[in-house]
């Protein structure tokens, strides 16, 4: 057995798999063995209401974690974007209303999972 760490809340756990993508039990963060963090900056946990535009179609979501480049998202289901997919955002509580991209969507144990890199205003 490994014991793994998760980077996000600091909890061990277990896992007979030397290398591979795992979510980790306690916060659903997916360890990343080989592959380097894609955004930088600090990040703030925060499970907010939010609300994803795929043109007409409104997905109600949670946020996971937001940085002043992107956001992380979750919801029960399936997500319905992919990636490379352009989305418009909305997190009524905290004012943001932004253009992203979907940069990785996974699904594990009935969550969807997906990074988003926010597009800059002067870009579209």
Known sequence: MNKISCVRC???F?????ESHLPCPYCGYLTKVNEPDRRSGDRTFSQRTCDILKGEV??????????ETGMG???LGYLPFDQNETVDI???ELEIE????VVWTRKFYGISR????FIPEHAC
């Open 90 to 92: 909305f997190i009524k």
């Open 98 to 101: 932004k253009r992203a991209q």
């Open 73 to 75: 998202i979750k919801m």
């Open 58 to 67: 409104r997905v109600p979501v949670k946020t996971v974690d937001i940085s």
């Open 10 to 12: 600091e909890n061990d």
């Open 14 to 18: 277990y896992s007979a798999a030397r």
């Open 114 to 117: 997906a990074g988003l890199r």
